[in-house]
């Protein structure tokens, strides 16, 4: 009777242990929705953060405000405009076959549109991607109406080597 006794508290004991240690692992060490949404702003809080960077902000805004070289990819179909583009523009039923059709390496910023409700349902993996070794930004840009917090929860597999952030055209 007493081995028995001795065995349950030493069960109860192990149990409480590995509880702490797994409470502790969990605090310490986010996870991959939290760790995105830590990186992923939007795309005021993007600019007002490079105000420190003046040429890094003027170059940003360039690629998002003017006219630019570039590529763009719906539905399976590439047109290119320009020489060298520096932006692609997709949307997001489309973003997942930009591995598989020929995009130039001089793509420089990723504009990904989502021009319907479905397209928040669906995610989004960022590491079809790693094809454009001068990508340093991606931008979500939501025509429908979308929380911040539904736009980065899509969101999949962040590269810290780029910068993504977030607009929605239609607010809450």
Same mark, same amino acid.
């Not at 149990?15 to 830590?38: F, L, N, V």
């Not at 960077?53 to 590439?78: I, N």
């Given at each position: 009777?007493?081995?028995m006794?001795? &065995?349950?508290?030493?069960?109860?004991?192990?149990?409480?242990?590995?509880?702490?240690a797994?409470?502790?692992? /969990?605090?310490?060490?986010?996870?991959?929705?939290?760790?995105?949404?830590?990186?992923?702003?939007?795309?005021?809080?993007?600019?007002?953060?490079?105000?420190?960077?003046?040429?890094?902000?003027?170059y940003?805004k360039?690629?998002?405000?003017?006219?630019?070289?570039?590529?763009?990819?719906?539905a399976?179909?590439?047109?290119?405009y320009?020489?060298?583009?520096?932006n692609?523009?997709?949307?997001?039923?489309?973003?997942?076959g930009?591995?598989?059709?020929?995009?130039?390496?001089?793509?420089e910023?990723?504009?990904v549109?989502?021009k319907?409700?479905?397209?928040?349902?669906?995610?989004?993996?960022?590491s079809?991607?790693?094809?454009?070794?001068?990508?340093?930004?991606?931008?979500?840009?939501?025509?429908?109406?979308?929380?911040?917090g539904?736009?980065?929860?899509?969101? /999949?597999?962040?590269?810290?080597?780029y910068?993504?952030?977030?607009?929605? &055209?239609?607010s809450?």
């Amino acid at each position: 009777m007493m081995r028995m006794l001795l &065995l349950l508290v030493f069960v109860f004991s192990a149990m409480d242990i590995s509880a702490q240690a797994a409470a502790s692992a /969990k605090r310490t060490a986010p996870s991959q929705s939290e760790s995105s949404e830590r990186t992923i702003v939007h795309l005021d809080q993007f600019l007002s953060g490079l105000q420190n960077r003046a040429s890094e902000s003027t170059y940003v805004k360039g690629l998002l405000y003017d006219v630019q070289p570039s590529a763009y990819l719906e539905a399976g179909s590439v047109k290119t405009y320009g020489d060298n583009p520096t932006n692609l523009f997709t949307d997001a039923s489309s973003f997942a076959g930009i591995g598989s059709v020929q995009l130039p390496a001089t793509i420089e910023i990723v504009t990904v549109k989502f021009k319907n409700q479905n397209d928040l349902t669906k995610p989004l993996n960022l590491s079809v991607l790693s094809a454009f070794p001068r990508l340093r930004y991606v931008y979500l840009l939501s025509e429908v109406k979308a929380t911040g917090g539904q736009i980065v929860s899509i969101v /999949k597999n962040v590269d810290p080597r780029y910068s993504v952030f977030y607009n929605s &055209l239609i607010s809450q």
